[in-house]
C-alpha cells in the first residue's frame, strides 16, 4: 500500500519537473540560442554515447518497451510458443546485459576525465548512476522473476495507459515485485533529472527549435490580422478629423 501513492503522483511529478527544468534552462539561454552552433549539441550528446555495446543495448530495449505498450497483446500471442517465448526473453536480457556493460564502460569514462563545470559533470553522474539503478533493477528482476515479457505487458502496459489517460491505476504497479517497482521508479527519477545534464542543452534547443518554427506562422497571421484591422479602423467613423 505505501507503493501506491508514488505510482500514483510520480510519472506527473516528474514530467511536472522535466518540463518545468527544461522551461527555466530555455529562459535563461534564450538569447545566446541564435548563435548557438551545432557543434554544442554534438558535445553534448558525444558526452552519452558511449560505446557500441552501449548504443546497441540501450536501442534494443528501447524498441522492447515499446513494443510491449504498442504490442502487448501480439507479444502475449507470442509467447504461446515456449521457443519465442525463450528467444524473447533471451534477447531482452542480453540487451538489457550489454546495456549495462556499455554503462559501466561509460561511467569509467567519464570518471577518467572531467569535462564542464563540476554542476554539470554532478548532474551527468547523477543521471547515470539513476539510469544504473535501472538497469540493474531490470536485470535482477528478469533473473529473479522470469517470463517478464509476459507479466509485464499484463500489468505494466496497463499502468502505463493508465497513467497516459490521467487516471493512474496505482494498484497494478503496487503488485509487481520490488524490483520491477525499483525499475519503475528509476525512470521517473531520470526524467526529472535529465534537464539539467548535458542532455538538457540538446532539449532546450529542440524547443527553441520548435518554437522558432511554430512562431513564424503565429507571427505571420498577427502581422495579417494587424493589416486587416487597420483598414477597418472604425475611429475615423467615431471621431472623424475637424477641417
Not at 101 to 122: K, N, T, V
Not at 146 to 174: D, K
Not at 205 to 231: F, N, S
Amino acid at each position: 500500500m505505501r507503493s501506491e501513492p508514488l505510482f500514483a503522483v510520480g510519472p506527473y511529478v516528474a514530467l511536472a519537473l522535466f518540463a518545468a527544468a527544461v522551461a527555466a534552462r530555455y529562459l535563461l539561454a534564450r538569447r545566446r540560442l541564435a548563435t548557438s552552433a551545432e557543434h554544442e549539441i554534438a558535445g553534448n550528446t558525444e558526452a552519452f554515447q558511449g560505446g557500441a555495446l552501449w548504443r546497441a543495448g540501450v536501442a534494443l530495449l528501447v524498441l522492447a518497451h515499446l513494443a510491449g505498450m504498442l504490442l502487448p497483446k501480439g507479444i502475449l500471442a507470442s509467447n504461446v510458443s515456449p521457443t519465442r517465448l525463450y528467444l524473447l526473453e533471451g534477447v531482452a536480457f542480453a540487451s538489457g546485459l550489454a546495456a549495462l556493460l556499455g554503462w559501466i564502460g561509460l561511467i569509467w569514462r567519464r570518471l577518467r576525465r572531467g569535462e564542464g563545470s563540476r554542476a554539470q559533470d554532478l548532474a551527468d553522474m547523477a543521471f547515470l548512476s539513476i539510469l544504473g539503478v535501472a538497469l540493474a533493477s531490470g536485470l535482477l528482476t528478469a533473473v529473479l522473476h522470469r517470463w517478464g515479457s509476459s507479466w509485464g505487458v499484463m500489468i505494466l502496459t496497463p499502468y502505463a495507459l493508465s497513467v497516459l489517460r490521467g487516471r493512474p491505476v496505482a494498484e497494478l504497479a503496487s503488485q509487481l515485485p520490488y524490483l520491477a517497482q525499483l525499475h519503475v521508479a528509476a525512470a521517473f527519477v531520470a526524467l526529472a533529472v535529465v534537464p539539467w545534464t548535458r542532455l538538457g542543452a540538446v532539449l532546450v534547443m529542440a524547443l527553441h527549435r520548435v518554437l522558432q518554427a511554430t512562431g513564424k506562422p503565429v507571427a505571420a497571421v498577427a502581422v495579417a490580422l494587424e493589416a486587416w484591422l487597420r483598414k477597418r479602423d472604425p475611429r475615423p467613423w467615431i471621431w472623424p478629423d475637424e477641417d
